[in-house]
T-cell receptor, first 111, second 114 residues
C-alpha cells in the first residue's frame, strides 16, 4: 500500500522550517527518506527501523511513530540546497527490503 | 554508501525495438532492484534481482516484457522489450546495503520511445 505524503508541495524562504509527513493505513515496518533534485537520482537521507526512533544529521531529522503509522521529516533553518522532491518509502513487511514510495513532496526554498 | 553507474544514461528508441540497460555497483551486493519513474511521478518497483536466482516481478510487470539478468554480485541488466511510447520513462537500478538497509540509486536511464 502506497504511503501518503503531506503536504504535496511547500514553498519556504531561507531559514524557515518545514515538516513533511508520511503515513499509512497499514503498519509501517520501516521508513526510508530520500531527496531528489530535478534530473538526478534520489539521494538517501535516513532510515528509521523501529517505532519511537528518531534520527538526524545537520538540520534534517526524522521520527517514526509506529502506533500512529506515521513518520515525519523535519527540515530546520532551510537552505536553498534543500529544494527538491522528498519521498518516503515504506517496506512491505517485517524483513522485507522492497519499498513502496509515496507520491512525493515538492519543497522549494527561495531567497 | 554504494556507487552505482548505469548505461546508457539516455536513449531514444523506435517502437517495437528493445533496449538493454546496464547497472554496475562498486561493491558486491546481494539484492538489486529495478524501478521506473515517470517524469514528475513517484518510483515504482519493477523487480528484485538476486544473484543466482530468478528475478521477482511486481504486479503489472512480466518477465517477457522486462527480462532481467544478474550474472554476478556487482552487475545487472534490465531489458525493455518490444517498446511502445508508454514505456518512455526513467529506469533506475538500486541496491541495499547490509547491515544498515540503506538503499542507494543509480543515476537512471532516460528512455524515450517514438
Amino acid at each position: 500500500q502506497q504511503p501518503v505524503q503531506s503536504p504535496q508541495a511547500v514553498i519556504l524562504r531561507e531559514g524557515e522550517d518545514a515538516v513533511i509527513n508520511c503515513s499509512s493505513s497499514k503498519a509501517l515496518y520501516s521508513v526510508h527518506w530520500y531527496r531528489q533534485k530535478h534530473g538526478e537520482a534520489p539521494v538517501f537521507l535516513m532510515i528509521l527501523l523501529k517505532g519511537g526512533e528518531q534520527k538526524g544529521h545537520e538540520k534534517i531529522s526524522a521520527s517514526f511513530n509506529e502506533k500512529k503509522q506515521q513518520s515525519s521529516l523535519y527540515l530546520t533553518a532551510s537552505q536553498l540546497s534543500y529544494s527538491g522532491t522528498y519521498f518516503c518509502g515504506s517496506s512491505r513487511g517485517a524483513g522485507s527490503y522492497q519499498l513502496t514510495f509515496g507520491k512525493g513532496t515538492k519543497l522549494s526554498v527561495i531567497p | 554508501s554504494a556507487v552505482i553507474s548505469q548505461k546508457p544514461s539516455r536513449d531514444i528508441c523506435q517502437r517495437g525495438t528493445s533496449l538493454t540497460i546496464q547497472c554496475q555497483v562498486d561493491s558486491q551486493v546481494t539484492m538489486m532492484f529495478w524501478y521506473r519513474q515517470q517524469p514528475g511521478q513517484s518510483l515504482t518497483l519493477i523487480a528484485t534481482a538476486n544473484q543466482g536466482s530468478e528475478a521477482t516481478y511486481e504486479s503489472g510487470f512480466v518477465i517477457d516484457k522486462f527480462p532481467i539478468s544478474r550474472p554476478n554480485l556487482t552487475f545487472s541488466t534490465l531489458t525493455v522489450s518490444n517498446m511502445s511510447p508508454e514505456d518512455s520513462s526513467i529506469y533506475l537500478c538500486s541496491t541495499i546495503l547490509a547491515p544498515t538497509y540503506e538503499q542507494y540509486f543509480g543515476p537512471g536511464t532516460r528512455l524515450t520511445v517514438t
